[in-house]
Antibody, heavy 117, light 111 residues
Framework: EVQLVESGGGLVQPGGSLRLSCAASGLTFSSSWMTWVRQGPGKGLEWVANINQDGSQRNYVDSLKGRFTISRDNAKNSLDLQMNSLRAEDTAVYYC??????????WGPGTMVTVSS | IVMTQSPLSLSVTPGEPASISCRSSQSLLHSNGHNCLSWYLQKPGQSPQLLMYLGSNRASGVPDRFRGSASGTDFALEISRVEAEDVGVYYCMQGLQAPVTFGQGTRLDIK
């Protein structure tokens, strides 16, 4: 079965850090661009970052540059998102997704991140 | 690239058609001749699922009552006969250039 499963979410204080992970199975992970998308409470979808197959290309939404870092480990079929200097507005469900043909064809169930004191 | 959807909500009687529009602030036409526009449905309590890619191609398992079309920077998702399982929020998304951007979402419910 093809699936992506996120983990690592939770409650963190403002200014803190959190590392999210996404475990891939049933797909050729090393051949895929991968993406993080987030969704604030009651809000729409916001693209966060993506990374190419070997990790040599990374793109971020401008508002997050310098605080978030996307990475991958093809040997472990794993995608990560390191989030630093977290703010209340980073509170969201974070989804990982596979990029295919300029679309996202596989999504995980998401992991919730809450930034609050 | 700014993506603008309309309407933001609609209520449809089962069996009736529905249409959602999405306009991009610039062309989404790739050099390969395809529009880099996709549609997603987020059902209540679920993660988004891909419905259409490259403007008019149905994703695997999507019923043929869903149809995507394009005219310049205007895109549309049409449902020929709405069913109860179609409720949720529909998003368009451009994947032509970073940052990838989504429309605001259109909430569809059943009358």
């Amino acid at each position: 079965e093809v699936q992506l499963v996120e983990s690592g979410g939770g409650l963190v204080q403002p200014g803190g850090s959190l590392r999210l992970s996404c475990a891939a199975s049933g797909l050729t992970f090393s051949s895929s661009w991968m993406t993080w998308v987030r969704q604030g409470p009651g809000k729409g979808l916001e693209w966060v970052a993506n990374i190419n197959q070997d990790g040599s290309q990374r793109n971020y939404v401008d508002s997050l540059k310098g605080r978030f870092t996307i990475s991958r480990d093809n040997a472990k079929n794993s995608l990560d998102l390191q989030m630093n200097s977290l703010r209340a507005e980073d509170t969201a469900v974070y989804y990982c997704a596979r990029s295919a043909g300029w679309a996202f064809d596989i999504w995980g169930p998401g992991t919730m991140v809450t930034v609050s004191s | 690239i700014v993506m603008t959807q309309s309407p933001l909500s609609l209520s449809v009687t089962p069996g009736e058609p529905a249409s959602i529009s999405c306009r991009s602030s610039q062309s989404l036409l790739h050099s390969n001749g395809h529009n880099c526009l996709s549609w997603y449905l987020q059902k209540p309590g679920q993660s988004p699922q891909l419905l259409m890619y490259l403007g008019s191609n149905r994703a695997s398992g999507v019923p043929d009552r869903f149809r995507g079309s394009a005219s310049g920077t205007d895109f549309a998702l049409e449902i020929s006969r709405v069913e109860a399982e179609d409720v949720g929020v529909y998003y368009c998304m451009q994947g032509l250039q970073a940052p990838v951007t989504f429309g605001q979402g259109t909430r569809l419910d059943i009358k």
